[in-house]
Nanobody, 121 residues
Framework: QVQLVESGGGLVQPGGSLRLSCAAS????????MGWYRQAPGKQRESVAT???????YVANSVKGRFSISRDNAKNTVFLQMNNLKPEDTAIYYC???????????????WGQGTQVTVSS
């Protein structure tokens, strides 16, 4: 069984910063691409940033230059550093990871439970 647990969300003023963390645990053989997605009220879930096992990154244009993604493979953890936050960044942020469990079987996508980020004065 595999679990993703996010942390680091909260309320921040415009221009502020937050750092989200997502730790994977359980019967893990290997973790491939990890990423962050967000969903604002009334909107579809969108990709924010992803990072491969080797460290290749993708960052959405809407957050480029303000957000950065990184990971610690030894700790099965992915981070999202969010700077210069804007009210439009308000959303629930979800972590996703492509994971192969211990033993035989395919690589499967796993999602965290989400963490609320609210940017407001």
């Amino acid at each position: 069984q595999v679990q993703l647990v996010e942390s680091g969300g909260g309320l921040v003023q415009p221009g502020g910063s937050l750092r989200l963390s997502c730790a994977a645990s359980g019967s893990i053989f290997s973790i491939y691409t990890m990423g962050w997605y967000r969903q604002a009220p009334g909107k579809q879930r969108e990709s924010v940033a992803t990072i491969t096992h080797d460290g290749n990154t993708y960052v959405a244009n809407s957050v480029k230059g303000r957000f950065s993604i990184s990971r610690d493979n030894a700790k099965n953890t992915v981070f999202l550093q969010m700077n210069n936050l804007k009210p439009e960044d308000t959303a629930i942020y979800y972590c996703k990871a492509q994971i192969k469990g211990v033993g035989t079987g395919p690589v499967l996508p796993y999602w965290g439970q989400g963490t609320q980020v609210t940017v407001s004065s």
